[in-house]
């Protein structure tokens, strides 16, 4: 369904050279210096440039949050994908402060965000519906596999239009109520951990309801621990919406040869499945942050991914993508522009 082709290192000792010689003691530019590489690798040319930055933020509803998993119920998902619509949360005010284009994705909330009066709705909502939120995975398959592929297919039919529209780089947040045991159990049966290694606060619960998430992901583990066998049935057993829809926006950025700026647990647990899928897709990540979430680390560390911010964030949304962008920035910046030694005139340190 999805060709990717790895990135060529043929040129990295070139592009090294390039970084090496710039005005500046070796390897000073710290993380910089390798995203540079990271971009100059994907983009395969000699000025690097990131065009039309676009933050594609999907939303979901998860059957397991009736279970009490949450902070909040699910209809908080309808209610604050009407925030981002009207442009008052938070990844609103850093794409605006930072210049992202954004786009809403309804991959499959409760209610449709239906029957508001005209100008209610300050921005329009993709309708990527797979369904009316998913089955509780602790008692039954999320969804069919039949959802994962169309949601791939969809994911897809929106990163190719951004990609018609001169985006070559991408932002991936979420919203979903509950989403956060779906990612935990996606990260345990990727990983092969245990429940209890990779479920956290999430939201920001207390101890007694971690305990009782905590327990239902377990159970969601077991009871799907035969069906368990690839990723499309991983996804299907335990995914939500919009991580189905964000693993198929890596894969579909990927073949089109765009970065792709990955948020926090969520985003990296879609990542997570991107990579078990395709491997090659993992040339075209960048980790914008640390996520305070419990079992982040471990995720990032599974990837070999070194996150370029470490806020303290839980927020999803794509909010940690979305600060990651004037490091991305920076980095092309430096890689282009920069003197070299021999431009400047300065003797060359070693
Ligand atoms: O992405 C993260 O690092 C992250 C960590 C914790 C919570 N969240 C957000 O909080 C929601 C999921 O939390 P919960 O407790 O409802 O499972 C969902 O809307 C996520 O965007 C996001
Ligand atoms: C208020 C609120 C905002 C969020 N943004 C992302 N996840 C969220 C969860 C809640 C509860």
Redesign the pocket.
């Known amino acids: 369904m999805f060709t990717i082709e790895a990135v060529s290192d043929q040129f990295d000792q070139q592009i090294q050279q390039r970084i090496d010689d710039k005005t500046k003691p070796l390897g000073a530019l710290g993380r910089l210096e390798s995203l540079a590489l990271t971009i100059a690798r994907v983009q395969g040319k000699e000025t690097l440039e990131i065009t039309r930055p676009t933050m594609l933020v999907f939303a979901g509803d998860h059957g397991i949050a009736a279970s009490g998993v949450?902070?909040?119920p699910s209809e908080?998902t309808a209610q604050?994908l009407l925030n981002f619509a009207r442009g008052g949360?938070?990844i609103n005010v850093f794409c605006r402060q930072l210049g992202w284009e954004l786009e809403l994705i309804d991959c499959g909330i409760l209610q449709p965000l239906e029957g508001l009066k005209p100008g209610d709705c300050g921005k329009e909502i993709v309708n990527c519906r797979l369904g009316a939120g998913t089955n509780p995975i602790h008692r039954q398959a999320a969804m069919t596999l039949g959802a994962v592929h169309q949601g791939f297919e969809l994911a897809k039919g929106r990163v190719v239009h951004h990609h018609s529209l001169g985006c070559n780089l991408l932002g991936l947040g979420d919203?979903g109520?509950g989403n956060s045991s779906s990612a935990a159990a996606l990260m345990a049966a990727m990983l092969g951990l245990e429940a209890g290694d990779c479920v956290g606060r999430g939201?920001g619960i207390d101890a007694a309801t971690l305990k009782r998430k905590t327990m239902l992901v377990e159970q969601a583990l077991v009871q799907h621990h035969d069906e368990l066998t690839d990723t499309y049935n991983k996804l299907a057993c335990l995914g939500g919406f919009e991580i189905v829809q964000m693993t198929g926006a890596i894969l579909a950025a990927a073949e089109l040869r765009m970065l792709v700026l990955i948020d926090g647990f969520i985003a990296t647990a879609a990542a997570l499945c991107a990579v078990e899928l395709m491997p090659a897709c993992r040339d075209y990540l960048v980790f914008a942050h640390a996520s305070a979430e419990r079992g982040h680390q471990r995720m990032l560390q599974h990837l070999k991914a070194e996150p370029l911010l470490d806020l303290g964030m839980r927020?999803?949304?794509g909010s940690g993508a979305a600060l990651a962008l004037p490091l991305v920035q920076a980095a092309v910046n430096f890689y282009n522009d920069m003197a070299s030694f021999a431009e400047a005139g300065v003797n060359k340190v070693v």
């Open positions: 949450s902070i909040a908080v604050m949360a938070a919203m109520i939201t927020l999803g949304e």
